[in-house]
Every structure is written in C-alpha cells, then in structure tokens.
C-alpha cells in the first residue's frame, strides 16, 4: 500500500485552464503539505495542513489553492494555469507535535508542464 | 530565520570511492530536527534519516553514515564504497519551531561512474 498517494503523475495543459492534483495519504498522520521542485529542483514549501487547519500558506498567487476534505486527503486546485507553474509539485505528511516532529512522507510527484 | 545551506552543487566520483556530503543549517530555534532526503533519476523523494537537536550522536546505517555538530552547524553524510546506485540529488533539511515544515537546501547532486 502506498503511504501517500498524489494523481496525477503527470499533467499536460493549456494556459489558462484550472487543473486539480489529488493527494492521500494512510499513515494516519495529522499533518500535510504541499511542496514545489522548481527547474533547478529547489524544494520550497507551499502550504500546510493540520488537521484540516492551514497553518502555513507562503507567498504564493492565489491561483492556488489547496482543499482538505478530511485529514487524510489534501488537494491542490490551480486557477487560470501559467507558463511558470510548470514545476513538479509534492505532497508529504508527518506527524507534526510540540515533542516531536516526525519525518515528512513524499508522494511520487507531479510533474505539472504547461503549454 | 532558517537556512540550509549545501555548498557543493555536483560532485563526481569513481565507484568504491568515499564520498561527503556538505550540509550548514541556521536556526534560533533550541529544538529542531534535520533530515537527509535522497532523490534518484526517477523523481521522488527517499527519507534517509532523521535527527534532532538532543542528539549529537553519529549514525551509521550499512555504507551511509552521518556526522551532526551542533557547534559549527553541520550534518554531513558519507557514502563510503559508492556504488552507481548512490547516483541521485541528495537534499539536507531542516524544521523546528511550530510551523513543522522542512526548510531545504539546494541538493547536491552526487554522480558515481563506474
């Protein structure tokens, strides 16, 4: 079973067209994240979840924006898609606490190309 | 605010060499965390190994092993007897404080030739 699971793998649109990217995870973890792997494959956080709560949103354009249905799930909705989104884009989840915090958990990747 | 910092870009090395991976963190936070992540031609992202702020221990797991000095920042990894297999961007991460999210460097990508 895969520990945390992001469709599609790979995603080829027009500009301005909206496209989602799911992500689930079963490792019972009450925290998730979405990342993005520019080019030059330099990591930077986009958002955080915990438990269904966004607790991290970074500088990013409004034209994202993520959706937490449950604890389990994290979605990311793109609006009016730009050349410069093309990026591949990660989903993690940990277990985030005041003691501890575990390691982050990757999903396979989307590699997002807009056109 | 935090920073990682890998200062080698790409390193190339011969199988069966030794090869050490460079890593500088800046934090304010007492405790934090930080992780070796390993990422392969194939794109997703490996969890090596994780280590917080208490523990100044080195670890070894098979080939791989680590170094973590509080006093001047650093948490290398060494690859000792390289194998073609090693071949992959590796990233060193840091996170502390409440926000729970990594903080990366910028990878250094290690390249075995046989």
């Known amino acids: 079973d895969t520990a945390v699971s992001q469709t599609p793998k790979y995603l080829v649109t027009q500009m301005g067209n909206d496209k989602s990217i799911k992500c689930e995870q079963n490792l019972g973890h009450d925290t998730m994240y979405w990342y993005k792997q520019d080019s030059k494959k330099f990591l930077k956080i986009m958002f955080s979840y915990n438990n269904k709560e966004l607790i991290i949103n970074e500088t990013v354009p409004n034209r994202f924006s993520p959706k937490s249905p449950d604890k389990a799930h994290l979605n990311l909705h793109i609006n009016s898609l730009e050349l410069g989104d093309s990026a591949v884009y990660f989903c993690a989840s940990s277990q985030r606490g005041v003691q501890v915090n575990t390691e982050a958990f990757f999903g396979q990747g989307t590699r997002l190309t807009v056109v | 605010a935090q920073k990682v910092t890998q200062a080698q870009t790409e390193i190339s090395v011969v199988e069966k060499e030794d090869v050490t991976l460079d890593c500088v963190y800046e934090t304010r936070d007492t405790t934090y965390y930080l992780f070796w992540y390993k990422q392969p031609p194939s794109g997703e992202l490996v969890f090596l190994i994780r280590?917080?702020?208490?523990?100044?221990q080195n670890e070894i797991s098979g080939r791989y092993s680590w170094n973590f000095q509080k006093s001047t920042s650093s948490f290398n990894f060494t690859i000792t007897a390289s194998q073609v297999v090693d071949s992959a961007v590796y990233f060193c991460a840091l996170t502390g404080g409440s926000q729970g999210n990594l903080i990366f460097g910028k990878g250094t990508k290690l390249s075995v030739k046989p």
């Open positions: 280590r917080n702020s208490f523990d100044e």
